[in-house]
């Protein structure tokens, strides 16, 4: 099994920036793609990025494309994502998760952290 532990939420004002940290343990040779989702209140759960554990390869979500930035760090098992520019709109639970896919489709992701909250207020 793989863990997968966030952490770096919180509240920022509209236009600031956060940057959230993930931390993966256990088997992490499973791991080929990790990724950021959240989930606003009310709404189901979004694809924000995802990178390529081995390539580095990185996709966005349309809506924080520009604005967000997902990078890794093989030796410490982490991955990142720092978020400029907020908007109200980006409030929400962010959860980690990672795949044993290199392009994972939605049913791919097989890990998942606990999720952090981010609030932006206006």
């Known amino acids: 099994q793989v863990q997968l532990v966030e952490s770096g939420g919180g509240l920022a004002q509209a236009g600031g920036s956060l940057r959230l940290s993930c931390a993966a343990s256990g088997r992490t040779f499973r791991v080929y793609t990790m990724g950021w989702f959240r989930q606003a209140p009310g709404k189901e759960r979004e694809f924000v990025a995802r990178?390529?554990?081995?390539?580095?390869?990185?996709s966005y979500a349309d809506s924080v494309k520009g604005r967000f930035t997902i990078s890794k760090e093989n030796n410490k098992n982490a991955v990142y994502l720092q978020m400029f520019s907020l908007k109200p709109e980006d409030t929400a639970v962010y959860y980690c998760?990672?795949?044993?896919?290199?392009?994972?489709?939605?049913?791919?992701?097989?890990?998942w952290g606990q999720g952090t909250q981010v609030t932006v207020s206006s």
């Open positions: 990178i390529n554990w081995n390539t580095g390869t990185t």
């Open positions: 998760a990672a795949s044993s896919t290199a392009l994972p489709s939605t049913r791919d992701w097989n890990y």
